[in-house]
């Protein structure tokens, strides 16, 4: 990046340009790597030349994002000026190039062109004006979970909804739920939210830099969680990149406690991407024949990522001991430890859809919400009140006649 496309330096005449150039040291640093933390001394100031920087503050043993930042945007210039510690730490969000300045070179170009001075001062005044508003709600590093299916029909979309509810049911938790399935996402309509605004209209209309910037764009779902859905159309699929929703999500996660993401039966940029930045990963798989298939080359591909085994959970829909194989067996041919079974309630989960109700909400009592409440405790360590599960007329009457 050239120094006049910085804005801080947009107005240097080139003698000036080329000064600077002598006295500022370009580096590169790995995702995930701490370019200062808070407490540090403060030796240097920084612009991003490319990637992103999470700017984040550790209060009551929590770490808040306060801000991210990306090409041509500056930090650290605080602690120069102040000539206190760090107030907060800087870290690579992926692989970044960046201009260090020195604080001995810091003064040399604030007095070289006082116009920088008016700039910077501009900038912080900016800066501070956001960052205020984020560090009200940016309280927490938000866990991120992803759905994923390897063959569509499998229960994917409606496990991550009602996931999403079911965490809700918390009151204590903040919880967000993403439509990745960004040509064909259905989770408005599973849960009945209406809403006119998509990640497509978050994408084009705003800087995704604060929360406040992207509030006005998730829709409120079961008065309980938010939502951020699908685009509404398939052709403005494209209009969403892989960038931005990273961008999209490391923001959130500041405000989040959890962020449910439901992913697309396919490994698109946007999917593993989503995969990559998870928490946890939660396939979700049924016994047909087919979606076995599909369901070893999906862990063949994980492996191939070098995904941790325990990134992994591997849940089985439809549970109904109708399969060809025993789930030891399925095990086997899939390579990995199915980690959860769902009761099938086909009839359950489909009314629900119908109605555009979570089943978690609709069929309080039923034995698959007793077994997905007790799955989402055991994933998340909450401890959510799982009722009694009906008991069906057969078993009623065997019971009755046993004379228990």
């Known amino acids: 990046m050239d120094l006049k496309q910085i804005p801080i330096f947009s107005s240097l005449n080139d003698n000036h340009v080329e000064k600077i150039k002598e006295i500022v040291e370009e580096v590169s640093m790995p995702k995930g790597a701490a370019i200062f933390k808070q407490g540090d001394f403060g030796d240097a100031f920084y612009i991003v030349i490319s990637g992103k920087v999470k700017i984040s ?14 090409e041509g945007e500056f930090f650290g210039e605080m602690a120069l000026l102040e000539e206190a510690p760090r107030s907060a730490s800087a870290t690579c969000v992926d ?32 800066r501070v ?28 979309s409606t496990f991550s909804s009602n996931f999403a509810y079911g965490l809700s049911l918390n009151k204590d938790l903040r919880v967000l739920l993403i439509d990745l399935d960004l040509e064909f996402g259905s989770l408005d309509m599973i849960l009945d939210a ?28 079961c008065e309980s969680f938010k939502l951020l859905t699908a685009p509404k159309k398939p052709e403005e699929a494209e209009l969403v990149k892989v960038k931005d929703v990273k961008e999209i999500i490391e923001v959130l996660k500041g405000y989040f406690d959890y962020i449910i993401i439901d992913t697309p039966s396919s490994f698109t940029d946007h ?28 862990f ?21 001991n109708l399969s060809t194989m025993p789930i030891e067996e399925i095990e086997k041919f899939i390579k990995t430890k199915i980690s959860h079974t769902i009761p099938n309630e086909y009839i359950t989960m489909r009314k629900a859809t119908d109605l555009g109700v979570p089943f978690l909400k609709h069929a309080p009592a039923s034995p698959v919400t007793s077994k997905f409440l007790e799955m989402i405790n055991k994933i998340t360590n909450q401890n959510l009140q799982v009722p009694k599960a009906e008991t069906n007329f057969f078993d009623s009457l065997k019971n009755l006649v046993m004379g228990k």
Not at 57 to 70: F, I, M, N, Q, R
Not at 278 to 289: E, G, K, L, P, Q
């Open 194 to 221: 209406k809403y006119d605004k998509s990640i497509a209209d978050l994408s084009k209309e705003v800087e995704i830099k604060n929360y406040e910037n992207i509030s006005q764009f998730l829709a409120p779902a």
């Open 95 to 126: 692989e970044c190039k960046l201009y260090k300045i020195t604080q001995k070179n810091f003064g040399y170009i604030m007095l070289l062109n006082p116009a920088i001075s008016l700039k910077i001062m501009r900038f912080m005044s900016d």
């Open 300 to 320: 063949d591909v994980m492996k191939s990522l070098e995904y941790p085994e325990s990134k992994i959970i591997t849940v089985m829909n439809r549970d109904d």
């Open 129 to 156: 004006r956001k960052s205020s508003v984020v560090s009200t709600v940016a309280e927490k590093e938000g866990k991120i979970i992803s759905f994923f299916s390897p063959k569509g029909g499998a229960g994917c």
């Open 57 to 70: 503050k550790l209060e009551d043993g929590e770490d808040k994002t306060l801000a991210l930042l990306k």
């Open 271 to 298: 999917t593993l991407m989503a995969l990559d930045v998870a928490y946890r990963i939660i396939v979700v798989m049924n016994s047909d024949t087919l979606c076995l298939r599909n369901t070893r080359k999906c």
